[in-house]
């Protein structure tokens, strides 16, 4: 045995996480841990580190016993973390100064790049012991061999999380922990986490992580469906029969709320929201973007699509006005070209920008109402005094989200979900004539999933507003839909 709960129950704050808690992990299980509720499952996770509170029961960790005799005939501090590698839903990437203060446009500027480690240094920095997983191991397991010199700002979403999975095998654990692992990957990557699970296991290391019932690894031999503070297991042939809650969270009546908040401005027609001739980026030799041509017409909903590292996060850092490359391509917004004139603040005006990393970049004193009015301003928070009329608005929108109660508690106090949906609801504050979603949904389980898309298909049948929506999944593409761009690596 590995590991064993009995009868555990568990607090954070005033909040009861579980109660009489029951689970064994065996030596040469692997489990997969599914349920609807994110916060639900990454609570459980952090149950395992060691990281919530236990008010009653008890927790045996024999996978410790011979790592604790050996440090305590040294004399050595141990702990049973010591075991224990994590890779979470967020990145603690930071800089040369050793700061966490990365601001959006930062990825694009090759000065801020050199000051963040590459990939390569950053391994090498990894606090580990030393055995079975060596630098030159987890980069070729991971296929970072192409981004070993790579900055880490650079890196799309998919590729940090391949780097952070190095990053935790080089710690040598005995138990790998990892929450909902495959999000963010491409197509390619997914189907072959298989065969990386399959190597990691072979190494002695066993594996426990959330996922969702789709997306359950051939390897893992245990499934367990985490509901309501209980925990069962399920056997694998019964799993598509588990079916969860997804029903439209905004029926008609909530839909015509939705319109009257949703106001379309009267903005001068276009020939063309997006309107790129032959557009190519490039860093030193490496081509991100070459030649592209694309138009997208008013009205339009696209899906951008990709591989990881295909280029999907520099154009749309082209269309947003982050990217200093726009100056040097002949990229056409709202029929106005770049370079003509035009200040940054008139470019993101009429667009609503949306993507996860978003909620990292807002500063701390931030709160939710803050960050929903600074979408008015396309603003990382809230640095001016806003007006009645867009404070009407935003209290209008926090009421239809159910946000009232929480409108003055930290941002990054919000659950994740709650986050996304904040990022949505600031990016439609201002009622753009064009909306970009990055992966908009990813992270979250399936209520969360479906009620994220549910808000968005609505806002996609009562208005004209143009869409580009990026994502790896088909099932999180809004009805609505029509043309697609996919890109190559090049």
């Known amino acids: ?67 604790a005799l050996d440090k305590g005939s040294l004399g050595e501090v141990f702990s049973f973390r010591d075991l224990i590698a994590y890779v979470g839903q967020e990145y603690p990437f930071r800089n040369k100064s050793n700061l966490q203060n990365f601001y959006y446009q930062q990825r694009f500027n090759s000065m801020d790049s050199e000051d963040t480690v590459s990939v390569e240094d950053y391994l090498k920095n990894t606090p580990k012991r030393s055995g079975y997983w060596t630098l030159s191991h987890v980069i070729q397991l991971l296929r970072l061999e192409h981004l070993q010199k790579e900055s880490l700002i650079k890196l799309s979403n998919g590729e940090s999380r391949r780097l952070a999975i190095a990053s935790a095998l080089m710690q040598q654990p005995k138990l790998l922990l990892m929450d909902h692992p495959m999000t963010g990957l491409d197509v390619q990557t997914r189907a072959s986490f298989n065969q990386i699970l399959q190597a ?39 799993i ?135 979408g008015f301003y396309d603003t990382m928070g809230l640095f001016k005094k806003s007006n009645p009329e867009q404070e009407l608005k935003a209290s209008q929108w926090l009421g239809f989200l159910k946000l009232n109660s929480k409108a003055h508690i930290p941002f990054q106090q919000l659950p994740l979900a709650d986050q996304r949906i904040l990022l949505l609801a600031r990016a439609l504050i201002k009622s753009p004539q064009l909306l970009i979603v990055d992966e908009g949904a990813q992270g979250l389980d399936i209520e969360q999933r479906t009620r994220f898309k549910f808000l968005l298909e609505a806002v996609l049948e009562l208005s004209s507003v143009g869409l580009i929506y990026v994502s790896h999944y088909e099932e999180d593409i809004p009805r609505g839909v029509t043309k697609i761009l996919e890109l190559k690596p090049s």
């Open 1 to 67: 045995m590995l590991l064993q709960f009995h009868q555990v129950s568990v607090h954070h704050g005033q909040q009861v996480l579980f109660e009489n808690l029951n689970f064994t992990w065996n030596e040469r299980e692997h489990w997969a841990i599914i349920g609807d509720q994110g916060q639900e499952l990454t609570d459980f996770l952090q149950l395992l580190l060691g990281n919530r509170s236990v008010v009653s029961g008890k927790i045996e960790r024999p996978f410790v016993r011979t790592y």
């Open 200 to 238: 990691i296991q072979a190494a002695g290391v066993h594996i426990l992580m959330s996922t969702i019932p789709s997306e359950i690894p051939e390897s893992l031999t245990h499934i367990a469906m985490l509901k309501d503070r209980f925990l069962e297991v399920v056997d694998r042939k019964f």
């Open 240 to 374: 598509q029969r588990i079916s969860f809650k997804k029903e439209d969270p905004y029926p008609l009546l909530t839909k015509e709320k939705l319109r009257d908040l949703f106001e379309p401005k009267n903005y001068a027609p276009v020939q063309s929201l997006v309107r790129l001739e032959k557009v190519s980026v490039r860093y030193g030799e490496k081509w991100i973007l070459r030649e592209l041509s694309w138009e997208v017409k008013p009205g339009e909903r696209w899906l951008l699509k990709g591989p990881n590292g295909s280029g999907k996060s520099t154009l749309i850092s082209l269309l947003i006005g982050e990217h200093p490359q726009a100056y040097a391509n002949h990229i056409v917004l709202f029929d106005r070209k770049r370079g003509t004139g035009e200040s940054i603040w008139e470019v993101k005006k009429p667009t609503g920008f949306v993507a996860p990393e978003l909620s990292r970049f807002f500063p701390r004193n931030q709160t939710v109402w803050k960050v929903l009015l600074s």
